[in-house]
């Protein structure tokens, strides 16, 4: 039963990690926005900038760890 309960945190497909990605995009950018909002000088500008960029980098970190997986599994069946 955790088992089946567990593969509902794991990512299985590109439709799902655009999904996660989106969702994580939206949060950013609304604390982003609080930021401008509390600083609205170069500092409020960059640390909305800096919200953007984290999630590119981990959307782009999530698209490379399902394409090395898939590798992986692809491996794995060609060894049996």
């Known amino acids: 039963m955790l088992r089946k309960f567990g593969r509902l945190f ?6 799902e990690a655009f999904l996660i990605i989106f969702a994580l995009a939206m949060g950013a950018m609304d604390r982003g926005s609080h930021y401008l909002e509390a600083m609205p000088n170069w500092l409020g500008w960059t ?3 800096a919200c953007g960029g984290a999630v590119m980098l981990g959307g782009a970190k999530i698209l490379d760890a ?4 898939r590798e992986r599994k692809e491996a794995e ?3 049996c």
């Open 47 to 49: 640390l909305f900038v």
């Open 66 to 69: 399902l394409h090395y997986e």
């Open 10 to 15: 794991v990512i299985k497909n590109r439709f």
């Open 77 to 79: 069946l060609e060894a």
